[in-house]
């Protein structure tokens, strides 16, 4: 499946979930996460991601690595829900792009 890596924490641009066509993305506070049991690695969402968040599971180098196991627990956590519509990203989301770090800030 493709995952969602750390760029999306806190920039939460949504244009990603418009687009897949298995509605596969999951919603938490400050993240999203991919169901890996629905994604069929079709890789349209990858384009639509400003911020590159997205990538292949297969693909994905040692920082991205810790990311797999956590798209398939987060989209099974309890409060965590599907997500089929774009919406506004967060007030201060541009305050977040390109920061390092933010895995320590991934709200669950
Ligand atoms: Fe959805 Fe395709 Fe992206 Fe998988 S690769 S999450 S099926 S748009
Ligand atoms: Fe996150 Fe990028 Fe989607 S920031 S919400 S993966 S468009």
Known sequence: P???TEPCIRCQYT????VCPMDCFVEGPNFLVIDPD????CSVCVGECP???IVNAREADAAQAPF????AQL???PGWRPITRSK????????WVGVAGKRALLQV
């Open 75 to 77: 989209a099974r956590q």
């Open 68 to 71: 797999i196991a956590l798209n």
């Open 38 to 41: 629905g994604c069929i690695d």
């Open 88 to 95: 506004a990203p967060p007030p201060d989301h541009a305050d």
């Open 51 to 53: 911020v590159q968040a």
């Open 15 to 18: 244009d990603c979930v418009d």
């Open 2 to 4: 493709f995952i969602v």
